[in-house]
C-alpha cells in the first residue's frame, strides 16, 4: 500500500509503531549519499574511460558504453579464470586500481560538493552530516530493552562511519582491534555492556549500540596478506590523504550487481548471512531508505522474508522520472501487501533521504510526549457529546447568567 493520502503525523505514529519492534532493520542506498553530492554511478564516468578503453573494448566491442558494474564484474571474472590457469593479471590489475582510484577520489563524502538541489540547506552547510546524525539519534530512541537496530548499506563511502564518529556511538562493524583492525565475522556476535555500581556483579547493557554492515564494502577496507591475526586479508584504515589504492593494496569494493557467485566469497558472505538473519526473525520491521531494488542478491533476500507472516517492508525511495520503469518496486506494490508501505516516490518531502529524517522518521521521545499529553488532557476534559437542542439551551443559559451577573 502506498501512504500518499496520509498526513506526515499520521505517517510518524504508523512508523512509531513499527520502531518499537524488537526486530528492526535499515538498507540504506546510494540514494542516502546523494544530498552529499556523492555520485550513482551507472556507466563508466568518462574521466575514467581513456584508462579503461582496452578492456571495454575486450568485453564489450568497439564503441560499447558498459555500466562500472559489468565492466568491474569482467575484469574479476577474468583475473579469476586467469589466477586459475597461473596467467599474468597485472594488466587487469592495472585497469580495477584505476576504478577503484575513482571511486577513492570521487566518493570521499569529506570532500564531495552538495549537490545543488540542497544548496539553500543551512543545516547542511553547518554540517554535511546533519541529517545522518539526526537519523542515527531517532533510531537509537529506541527503548534499551530491545535488541539492537541493524544498519545495512550497500555504499562505499563514509557518511555514515563519520556521523557515528562524530555522536560518539558504538558501533559494532564486524572489525577487531585498536591499530590494526581486522575483519573478524565472530564480532558480530558480541555486545557491550558495563559493571554496574553494587558489587553483586550486575551489569547494565550500553546504550547507543548499532550493529553496522558495510555489505558492498568500504572505501576503508584494504586488501592484505592473510596472517594468523589476520585470517581473512581484510585490514579497516582510516581515510587519510597518504593512501590510494594500489596493486598490492586494493581497496575491498563489491560494485557486482547481478553476480551472485560472487556473493560467496568473505567478507560478503557473512554479511549477506547477517542480513538474511536479521530480517527473518518474527516481528522484523526492514526500512529501505534510498535503496532502488537493482541488486537482486539483496533482493532474493528480502523476497524470502515475505514468506513470514509478521515481516514489514517500508520503503523510501524517491525516483519522480523513472518509478514506473522500476520493476522490482513496481512488482512490489502490484502485490497489494498491507506489509508493504511504500511512500510516495514522487514526493521528494517524505521518500528522499532528508525528506524521510525530517518529516517522516519520529523522535520516539517528542512522540511518545505528545500521547502522553494527549491522553492526559483527554482524561481531564473528556468530550461528552450532547444533543444540539441541548447544546442551545446550554448557550441561553450561560448568556442570561452573565446579563444578570451584570445587573
Request: with cysteine; proline share 5%; glycine share 4%.
Amino acid at each position: 500500500m502506498e501512504e500518499n493520502k496520509m498526513n506526515f503525523q499520521e505517517i510518524k505514529l504508523k512508523i512509531k509503531k513499527y520502531l518499537e519492534l524488537d526486530n528492526v532493520t535499515v538498507l540504506a542506498g546510494a540514494g542516502t549519499s546523494f544530498h552529499l553530492g556523492a555520485p550513482i554511478i551507472r556507466e563508466v564516468p568518462e574521466g575514467l574511460k581513456p584508462k579503461c578503453k582496452d578492456s571495454i573494448t575486450e568485453y564489450f566491442g568497439d564503441g560499447a558504453n558498459p555500466s562500472y558494474e559489468d565492466l568491474f564484474n569482467c575484469l574479476q571474472a577474468d583475473k579469476y579464470l586467469k589466477e586459475k590457469k597461473g596467467e599474468s593479471i597485472d594488466d587487469i590489475n592495472s585497469v580495477m586500481v584505476e576504478m577503484q582510484k575513482w571511486l577513492f577520489k570521487n566518493c570521499d563524502t569529506q570532500k564531495t560538493s552538495i549537490h545543488s538541489l540542497y544548496n539553500d540547506d543551512s543545516q547542511l552547510s553547518n554540517n554535511r552530516y546533519h541529517y545522518h546524525e539526526v537519523f542515527i539519534k531517532k533510531l537509537l530512541q529506541r527503548p534499551n530493552n530491545l535488541k539492537r537496530a541493524n544498519l545495512f548499506t550497500t555504499n562505499y563511502d563514509m557518511a555514515f562511519d563519520y556521523a557515528l564518529d562524530k555522536l560518539g556511538v558504538h558501533y559494532i562493524n564486524g572489525f577487531m582491534g585498536i591499530h590494526n583492525r581486522c575483519f573478524r565475522p565472530e564480532v558480530y556476535d558480541y555486545d557491550i555492556y558495563y559493571p554496574g555500581q553494587s558489587v553483586s556483579g550486575k551489569v547494565h547493557r550500553a546504550e547507543k549500540v548499532l550493529r553496522y554492515y558495510k555489505m558492498h564494502g568500504s572505501l576503508s577496507w584494504v586488501a592484505t596478506e592473510s596472517s594468523p591475526s589476520n585470517v581473512y586479508g581484510i585490514q579497516e584504515r582510516t581515510m587519510d590523504e597518504s593512501f590510494e589504492p594500489q596493486i598490492d593494496k586494493q581497496i575491498m569494493i563489491y560494485p557486482c550487481v547481478s553476480k551472485k557467485t560472487f556473493t560467496l566469497d568473505l567478507p560478503y558472505s557473512e554479511l549477506f548471512r547477517q542480513f538474511s538473519q536479521a530480517i527473518t526473525q518474527p516481528q522484523s520491521v526492514l526500512f529501505c531508505i534510498g535503496y532502488s531494488f537493482f541488486d537482486e542478491h539483496i533482493n532474493d533476500i528480502i523476497y524470502q522474508a515475505l514468506s513470514i507472516p509478521s515481516f514489514t517492508l517500508i520503503i523510501a525511495n524517491f525516483d519522480k522520472d523513472n518509478f514506473k520503469d522500476n520493476k522490482p518496486l513496481q512488482q512490489l506494490r502490484e502485490l497489494n501487501d498491507p506489509r508493504i508501505i511504500i511512500l510516495n516516490p514522487t514526493d521528494s518531502e517524505q521518500s528522499t533521504f532528508v525528506g524521510f529524517v525530517k518529516n517522516v522518521m519520529p523522535d520516539l521521545y517528542e512522540e511518545n510526549e505528545q500521547l502522553i499529553v494527549s491522553e492526559t488532557m483527554n482524561k481531564l476534559y473528556p468530550i461528552v457529546e450532547q444533543p444540539v437542542e441541548d447544546n442551545k439551551k446550554d448557550i441561553i443559559q450561560d448568556v442570561n447568567s452573565k446579563e444578570n451577573e451584570s445587573e
